[in-house]
């Protein structure tokens, strides 16, 4: 089973808008990190935010983790055509054996 | 460019045989993990290496094994292949509570 579930599984959006992804989780976490696929190409790190971190902002995108809810949020300002991708929240679970375990990603589309 | 390196990009075998995905971490990454990117079942932990040695093991197949080498690159390799093996396998490294950096992934079709 997934640790990480992300919301929605879709999204389309025009250029310049802002665009939102969410995704829970089932057990305690030492972090959460969000990553990028571009179609049938391999995993671009975005952000990591520790379990002690409310809220990270890299550029254009905005992290925030709400433990109490295992809950987390990617937030991209002005969306722009390029950032048309699947997005991935991975959990590094306590007691896991640091494997990451990742979420069923959402597909954003960004219309120019 | 994540530093990780992964080879071949792509791979066309038949059911039944044998390949080997290798995989080159990050300078300075002594933990090596390998997964696995199908349609149906999403991205799927394998199995992890640090410094030479099995750390964790996740949903790989006994007709799956991998090892990791003294100079710390890995090799995955998958025998007795069938169709639904058919997949995108990644290699990424990092520590513990660290940032994990991916390859750009070995696509695997078996026909």
């Known amino acids: 089973s997934q640790q990480g579930e992300e919301d929605p599984q879709a999204l389309s959006i025009q250029e310049g808008e802002n665009a939102t992804m969410n995704c829970s989780y089932k057990?305690?976490?030492?972090?959460l990190q969000w990553y990028r696929q571009n179609s049938g190409r391999g995993l671009v790190h975005l952000i990591l935010?520790?379990?002690?971190?409310r809220e990270k902002h890299s550029g254009r995108l905005r992290v925030t983790l709400d433990t109490s809810k295992k809950s987390s949020s990617l937030l991209i300002t002005a969306s722009r055509a390029a950032d048309t991708a699947s997005y991935f929240c991975?959990?590094?679970?306590?007691?896991?054996?640091?494997?990451?375990?990742f979420g069923g990603g959402t597909r954003l589309m960004v219309k120019p | 460019d994540s530093g990780v390196t992964q080879t071949p990009k792509h791979l066309i075998t038949a059911t039944g045989q044998r390949v080997t995905l290798r995989c080159s971490p990050r300078?300075?990454?002594?933990?090596v993990y390998w997964y696995q990117q199908s349609l149906d079942q999403g991205l799927q932990f394998l199995i992890q290496?640090?410094?030479?040695?099995?750390?964790a093991k996740g949903n790989i197949l006994e007709r799956f094994s991998a090892q990791q080498f003294p100079d710390l690159h890995s090799e995955l390799n998958l025998s007795s292949l069938e169709l639904g093996d058919s997949a995108l396998y990644f290699c990424?490294?990092?520590?513990?509570?660290?940032?994990?950096?991916f390859g750009e992934g070995s696509w695997l079709t078996v026909v």
């Open positions: 990424a490294s990092g520590g513990s509570g660290n940032t994990i950096y």
């Open positions: 057990t305690s976490i030492n972090n």
């Open positions: 935010i520790r379990s002690n971190e």
């Open positions: 991975a959990t590094d679970a306590r007691n896991a054996g640091n494997m990451l375990t």
């Open positions: 300078s300075g990454d002594l933990s």
């Open positions: 290496y640090y410094n030479g040695e099995e750390r």
